[in-house]
């Protein structure tokens, strides 16, 4: 019988931001308030827990996400601190979809920004319960009620504060809690650790009370045992306030909204309060639901339900791997059952049987070897040898398929080449090991140049991959310049005959087929998406999946400029077969043949990657850069205000963009910020063609 424990006290949460939002130094208070650690880690002088690679202290932001523990007032919490640069958002993408909930950290003074949106996209896919810390609340220009309009205007949310911030600026001293009317201090002197709790100020009661009212009023709207109470004009404790937003917030019908500064150690300890009040264990996730091992994925008859209980079959989602120098560490969410090192488990996507050689609870880059994992742990094995990022492990007698994580496209590659020949196997070997543990990084071997190319979401992304092949994997390496990672498509239908028929006196080839290729946008992984239509032709199941992987193989390829075909349907609408002289291998080829020939016919389009781009600058500064964005190619969708800063939404192409950073530094003294993210892919105007492919 499995070990029973009370996972109603266990919470996994992830803490994710736009960039410098101060998401790290949230999580770093968080781990001293509870005992976790006995001094506060720093993100300026690099001595942060979370932060622990040398490439995070040496720039001073989060790559990697990285899992802690901590107590808080007989609870557990496991918290993710994720990174907060665009070119990793896909880190974010993995912990989000194994998580529970998530403490959004918005900057007090930027408020909603390009990332803190795409975050959020990312939190609503997974339907995420979340609470937002609205942080930096100290800083010029601070404005905690601006912020909350923003996330009701920029993000849809529904914002329900629970905080009244006690001054703004340099004047930020505590915060009023809303729901026990009480104003809550923190101690400069002692770093924050005591929280002094004092009655609302006189002067600040008036308004403390209309937002209370704001906030009960929200509740009894939704609440139905707040609600009698409400309109009997009864008291209304803060204990069934509290019950009332939890029951809110697990419905995904409200955000509750917190403030402080965790730099000066304001709000942290009442956003761990909230943190343990307010967002779901596991048990209230209730049900986890995968499909039979087989079947297509979303296909409800196929459907398969575990709850989160010990004693269910196990099973657990695989959702980062990292390169260890004593063996691969896999982090799994363990969804239900209890996992051991007895026996065996299966990778059920794969089809394939692992063994767990240890388990281990991490606390960053340390680590705590535990017996057995139960349903709601987040932990670390050691000794799986076929899994990857996306995969489910499963009792073999009860398997389970969980829905894999979706990943962006890489929109940027660069040319890397080892120092020596001697250095070329380890090359390969690097760069397989990263694209383990990354799946946003991928890399080829271009035959024509002799180069292998890595390619990635932008160019922070593969510096930071080459400063690890350099510093982790000590391999000395020469990198080229980053080139835009370009795609085609078909620019019509076409239907063709493919055709690849070879008589030479002995055994010959023969596949006949038709195909019909169409413009077509799709999610799948190599945006192709194959089809089989054949009206009573008998066509064995070997020569299908030839023609498919021959139709995959040539997009991969492209058509005229040697970039990946992607957004196009291929049907096979007829075969015809030879007893003897058909195979596998003249099907593929064949099918091959025939994807060229319809995009000869219908014509091909070369894409290009378009990226989404917010450039915050101020107003002196706004001609110069609307001026620059135009040079670009840029196409400006919007403008707004940021208290004394102008806000340009844009979208503009990848290939106009390498150097933005210094020439934006240059034409507004350092005092303009961007970033930008993967939008897109669009048509290249015709008359670059030339300039770009020599086409």
Not at 125 to 140: E, H, Q, V
Not at 579 to 596: I, K, N, P, Q
Not at 655 to 675: E, I, P, Q, V
């Amino acid at each position: 019988m499995a070990k029973q424990r009370d996972i109603t006290k266990l919470r996994n949460i992830g803490v994710v931001a736009h960039i410098d939002a101060g998401k790290t130094t949230v999580t770093e208070r968080v781990l001293y308030y509870t005992g976790r650690e006995h001094r506060m880690g720093d993100v300026d002088d690099g001595s942060t827990v979370t932060d622990y690679l040398p490439a995070e202290r040496a720039r001073g932001i989060t790559i990697t996400s990285a899992a802690v523990t901590c107590p808080w007032k007989g609870y557990e919490i496991n918290i993710v601190d994720t990174p907060g640069h665009v070119d990793f958002t896909a880190e974010v993408e993995r912990c989000l979809r194994v998580l529970d909930g998530a403490v959004i950290v918005f900057c007090g003074c930027s408020g909603v920004e390009a990332q803190s949106e795409t975050v959020w996209r990312q939190a609503d896919r997974y339907d995420i319960p979340r609470i937002a810390f609205i942080n930096k609340l100290d800083r010029m220009g601070a404005d905690f009620d601006r912020v909350v309009e923003e996330m009701r205007t920029k993000l849809g949310a529904s914002p329900l504060p629970l905080h009244m911030p006690v001054g703004l600026e340099d004047d930020h001293r505590g915060l009023i809690d809303l729901i026990g009317m009480k104003q809550l201090t923190f101690p400069a002197e002692e770093l924050g650790a005591r929280v002094e709790i004092s009655d609302v100020p006189p002067q600040m009661l008036e308004e403390a009370e209309a937002r209370r009212e704001i906030l009960v009023e929200a509740v009894a709207g939704e609440v139905d045992a707040v609600a009698e109470k409400y309109l009997a004009n009864e008291e209304i404790t803060p204990e069934e306030i509290i019950a009332g937003v939890r029951e809110m917030t697990l419905a995904n019908t409200v955000t509750p909204v917190l403030c402080g500064s965790a730099l000066n150690h304001i709000g942290v300890q009442p956003l761990l309060d909230a943190i343990r009040d307010l967002l779901p264990s596991p048990r209230d996730v209730h049900v986890t639901r995968g499909f039979k091992p087989g079947s297509k994925e979303n296909d409800p008859e196929a459907e398969e339900v575990r709850k989160n209980y010990p004693d269910q079959p196990m099973s657990a989602y695989a959702f980062k791997i990292i390169a260890d120098r004593y063996g691969d560490l896999t982090f799994v969410r363990v969804y239900s059952g209890t996992l051991s090192k007895k026996g065996r488990i299966e990778n059920t996507r794969q089809d394939r049987k692992e063994k767990v050689r240890g388990i281990f609870r991490m606390y960053a880059d340390s680590r705590e070897q535990i017996d057995e994992a139960y349903a709601g742990d987040i932990v670390a094995l050691q000794g799986l040898k076929f899994t990857v990022t996306g995969d489910t492990l499963s009792d073999p007698e009860h398997p389970i398929v969980y829905e894999q994580i979706p990943f962006p496209d890489t929109v940027i590659s660069m040319a890397v080449e080892p120092k020596t020949a001697a250095d070329e196997e380890k090359l390969v070997d690097t760069l397989g090991i990263l694209s383990k543990e990354d799946p946003t990084f991928n890399y080829r071997f271009d035959s024509e140049t002799g180069q292998h190319l890595m390619s990635g979401m932008g160019e922070l992304h593969l510096q930071v991959l080459v400063d690890r092949m350099l510093a982790d994997f000590v391999l000395p390496v020469s990198v080229g310049s980053p080139r835009v990672s370009y795609r085609e498509t078909i620019a019509g239908e076409a239907e063709v005959e493919g055709r690849f028929v070879q008589q030479t006196g002995g055994h010959g080839q023969f596949a006949v087929l038709k195909l019909r290729v169409e413009h077509f946008p799709n999610s799948e992984p190599d945006h192709v998406v194959f089809e089989e239509a054949l009206r009573g032709v008998a066509f064995p199941k070997e020569y299908l999946q030839a023609v498919e992987q021959g139709v995959r193989d040539a997009a991969s390829g492209g058509h005229i400029a040697g970039y990946p075909l992607i957004n196009i349907k291929v049907t096979l609408t007829d075969a015809k077969t030879h007893e003897v002289d058909s195979s596998g291998y003249a099907f593929s080829g064949a099918a091959s043949r025939g994807l060229h020939e319809a995009c000869e016919a219908a014509g091909v389009q070369i894409l290009e990657p378009i990226m989404r781009l917010e450039v915050v600058t101020p107003d002196e500064f706004f001609g110069s850069v609307v001026k620059d964005l135009a040079a670009r190619r840029a196409e400006v969708t919007g403008q707004s205000l940021r208290g004394h800063l102008r806000v340009i939404d844009a979208k503009a192409p990848l290939a106009k963009m390498f150097g933005y950073s210094t020439d934006l530094r240059s034409m507004s003294t350092g005092r303009a910020t961007y970033t930008m993210e993967p939008a897109e892919y669009r048509e290249i105007p015709k008359q670059q063609y030339s300039q770009i492919f020599g086409l």
